[in-house]
């Protein structure tokens, strides 16, 4: 489940004094600043380079009347700052069509972000989860398999070069598909925001040399809590000890062969429940990963029950990304993890067809004219 982070926000009437504040963002700012100066000399489709000279005028603090505000985020300098010069471009691109597009309510021909997922199976239970629901985990409800090779590769095929953010997971724990090495081995190289969510409890030694090697952005460990009590609570089916077993060796595996690696590790819990106390979960795993962080609690386990929440405004996943499921199916979301409002299968029509198909535009059309309320499991979602 993808779901955001706290974030620093630098006011635009403050940029430098702020930027200055975190670690890389005055040199950061600088780099984004000689991006803009030499844009007209690159070799560039014009659709990109107006996003980009738009991209760098709101990031230096230059964005012009009327255009939308694109801030700079602590995460934005960690990414800049993990990225060469040459990379940059391609970088903002994406990152300003994530942020941005889904406020102007834009849209080109594909997503600014893929989640692909390689399987729906997971052997958690996890207390806040829609795995917990046996309408969708029984087998005869068809919910449930892994994504062959050739329908990843296809996906895959299509979106590179047009689609920098992409996810391997979604409803299962990608760990337990039985191609993923094989797809982590396609994807070396492809993607500038590749991302994977794991439980870890399938995490080899050997997997974690295929996952150094691929060059992966952001690998997320969902762990949700630092005490073996309450994580096996929470994590119904987990045990705490063998996933920081797990994550330890996965760290040491970095630090002994991959020393120059890119690749941010996090923890991320679900904030539930408040036994889950913050400091201890910084306190516990900061030794062996990157960033702690928490994510608010959304109702994921019971979507379609949830009363109606009496929100109009129109849910910002319909021009950000899009879901491609283990047997091609496009959703919108995976809040709606039984596949509800399905927009179409990646078996039958390209990934930049489906997000400019009917079927999404007429969803996008009911959220913008406040009619989410009649759509399931839209009228509960906290989404917005
Ligand atoms: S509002 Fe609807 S489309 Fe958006 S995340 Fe919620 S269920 Fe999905």
Not at 236 to 260: A, T
Not at 348 to 375: C, F, M, P, Q, T
Request: proline letters at 4%; glycine letters at 6%; one cysteine or more.
């Amino acid at each position: 489940m993808e779901r955001p982070n706290r974030d620093i926000y630098v006011k635009s009437d403050s940029f430098e004094a702020l930027a200055g504040k975190m670690p890389g963002g005055t040199e950061a700012l600088e780099r984004l600043a000689a991006l803009g100066a030499r844009l007209d000399g690159m070799n560039l489709p014009d659709e990109r380079r107006d996003v980009l000279a738009k991209a760098c005028r709101a990031l230096t603090g230059g964005a012009l009347n009327g255009e939308p505000e694109f801030a700079l985020k602590r995460h934005i300098v960690e990414e800049v700052r993990r990225l060469s010069d040459d990379e940059l471009p391609r970088y903002l691109f994406y990152r300003y069509r994530y942020d941005v597009y889904p406020t102007t309510r834009q849209l080109d021909a594909f997503p600014p972000c893929v989640q692909i997922e390689p399987t729906s199976i997971c052997n958690y239970r996890c207390v806040f989860c829609y795995q917990t629901d046996r309408s969708f985990t029984q087998g005869r409800q068809g919910h449930m398999g892994m994504m062959d090779l050739e329908m990843f590769k296809n996906v895959v095929d299509q979106i590179e070069g047009e689609v920098e953010a992409v996810t391997l997971a979604s409803r299962g724990e990608p760990l337990m598909c039985r191609n993923i090495k094989e797809m982590l081995e396609y994807l070396r190289g492809k993607f500038l925001g590749l991302k994977m969510n794991t439980n870890a409890w399938f995490l080899t030694e050997e997997l974690a040399h295929t996952i150094l090697q691929t060059g992966l952005n952001t690998l997320v460990f969902s762990v949700d809590a630092a005490e073996p009590e309450l994580y096996a609570r929470l994590r119904v089916n987990g045990k705490l000890e063998r996933v920081l077993e797990n994550i330890k060796m996965f760290s040491e595996v970095r630090r002994k062969h991959y020393p120059d690696s890119r690749l941010i590790t996090r923890t991320s819990g679900v904030h539930f429940s408040d036994e889950q106390d913050f400091d201890k979960m910084q306190e516990f795993w900061s030794e062996f990963v990157d960033q702690v962080a928490f994510v608010d609690y959304n109702p994921w386990e019971n979507a379609y029950e949830t009363a109606p929440r009496g929100i109009e405004a129109p849910c910002s996943d319909l021009w950000r990304r899009m879901f491609i499921w283990w047997d091609g199916r496009a959703n919108p979301c995976d809040v709606d993890y039984k596949s509800e409002l399905a927009v179409g299968n990646a078996g039958e029509l390209d990934v930049s067809s489906l997000w400019r198909s009917d079927a999404y535009e007429d969803l996008r059309r009911r959220h913008i004219a406040g009619k989410r309320g009649a759509l399931t499991p839209c009228a509960g979602c906290a989404v917005v």
